[in-house]
């Protein structure tokens, strides 16, 4: 059976890679992205190059945050199920401009499930975040776990879409499954993260700026894990339910920054720095949840991911 899926942010690291395995998978897909300049658009219709030509993709370039628009495109499309990933991004940069944060992640998650409700879409699929869990110090980090104490503004947001796709689901009955993403990583992530900004920055041969003394960790996960675990999601999952999606293993970040100067064959240049505020000192995902609900299994080890990416990174333009 196929579906017609809206997938937001489908532009970007994560939803390019979900958009070509949903119609590997014979589905239909709207994609809706504002090509926001939070980093260079050039590289976002780059990630759409290979959708653009498919018959069964459609991409509208597009504001989530409209609500008039969204009720519009929701009753002409009638969609089967939502998979919500477009935000804005970043936990630094969220302390520095709070309140965009918080008109995107909050304001913006509530037009798509006022939309839902409007059209009588059933199913919404939510990515949250591991910074939900702050500095948790319990090890590995449980759905159960308490998360009211977020420690950064997109922490926050997150733990707040959370609250109103509950309320939708009581109010409305819409089947939702919020995914807590850790450290996603893999081919076209975004410019600004740990892996691919380390990466350009050992390939050139500059230092790597390394926050604190190297020794935190967290748990990296393969975007081809990632996407296995949202279209599990959305085959499996019913009522309300909270996933951690993660690979269940945490590496140092020393370690990280030594592992991707081996498989660039470069040897990193490492410049300590002082810890940053809003920063964890763990993420480690317990994700035995996922694994009995959604039969979520991830097999991309660290090293072997890093391999990939390294693949995939020589082969971009300079």
Known sequence: ??????????????????????LRDGHDVVNLDNLDPFYDPALKRRNLTALMSHPRHRFLEG??????????????????????????????????????????????TNVLLDACRASGTQSFIFASSSSVYGNNEKVP??????????????????????????????????????????TVYGPRQRPEMAIHKFARLIASGEEVPMFGDG??????TYIEDIVGGIVASIERNRGYEIYNLGESETTELRALIRMIGESLGVEPKIRQLESQPGDVVIT???????????????????????????????????
């Open 215 to 220: 020794t935190t960790r967290r748990d990296y």
């Open 63 to 108: 504001d989530l945050c409209d609500p008039a628009a969204m009720e519009k495109l929701f009753l002409q499309e009638r969609f089967d199920h939502v998979v919500h990933l477009a935000a804005r991004a970043g936990v630094r940069p969220s302390i520095e401009d709070p309140l965009t944060y918080q008109h995107v992640n909050v304001h913006g």
């Open 1 to 22: 059976m196929s579906w017609k899926v809206l997938v937001t942010g489908g532009a970007g690291f994560i939803g390019s890679h979900l958009c070509e395995r949903l």
């Open 284 to 318: 480690y995902a317990d994700i035995s949840k996922a694994q009995k609900m959604l039969d979520y299994r991830p097999s991309i080890q660290v090293a072997e991911g890093l391999e990939r990416f390294a693949a995939w990174f020589r082969e971009q333009p300079a």
């Open 141 to 182: 980090f449980s759905e159960t776990d308490n998360v009211d104490s977020p420690i950064s503004p997109y922490a926050a947001t997150k733990k707040a879409g959370e609250l109103l796709c509950y309320t939708y689901h009581h109010l409305y009955g819409i089947d939702v499954a919020c995914l807590r993403f850790f």
